[in-house]
């Protein structure tokens, strides 16, 4: 075994090696980000022999640290219906990563091989394109009360009266049968 480090900057600071298989759980269980979000997984685990013997300190490993910590949340899961609102940002914000992970690749010395630094490029845009059409049928398959529990069940983003934002439940999405 190559060894592992902790994340300190998630919760219960679990080791690096298992946030990268809870994210690989995450990407599997959500269908329509997994063939954008899988690929990175893969290559931050190719970096990780490259990293875990570097210092705490090292810039290269704190750039690793981080982008594990934003696919961390970029897999946090959300409701369809704002996972299919939110498509678009999800994929160019997995297309950012993928970047920053290309220059991680070349800081490391990982990055001699261009053509498979930048292969993901392609894959990214196919599975972009699928992306959408694939939440559209979850979305249309799912009926309107299952769509409604969901966005119940999990803490949403409102507005005050003040027209400020803060972290709150969805109080007023309380619909009745007899309202469909």
Wanted: with cysteine; hydrophobic share 35%; glycine share 8%.
């Amino acid at each position: 075994m190559d060894g592992d480090f902790v994340v300190t900057r998630i919760a219960k600071k679990p080791p690096c090696r298992s946030v990268l298989g809870a994210i690989r759980g995450r990407c599997k269980s959500m269908p329509d980000i997994e063939p954008l979000c899988l690929p990175a997984v893969e290559r931050l685990e190719h970096l990780h022999p490259d990293v875990v013997h570097r210092s705490v300190e090292d810039p290269l490993r704190v750039q690793y640290v981080e982008m594990l910590v934003r696919l961390w949340k970029i897999t946090y899961m959300r409701p369809l219906l704002v996972r299919l609102a939110k498509c678009d940002t999800i994929a160019q914000m997995i297309g950012t990563l993928q970047v920053d992970i290309d220059g991680l690749g070349r800081g490391l010395g990982c990055g001699d091989d261009e053509e498979e630094m930048t292969k993901w490029r392609d894959e990214w845009k196919n599975s972009r394109a699928q992306q959408f059409s694939f939440l559209e049928r979850l979305t249309s398959g799912s009926t309107d009360r299952k769509l409604i529990c969901e966005i119940k069940m999990v803490g949403f983003l409102g507005q005050d009266t003040e027209g400020s934002f803060k972290r709150g439940k969805l109080l007023f999405l309380t619909i009745r049968s007899d309202s469909y």
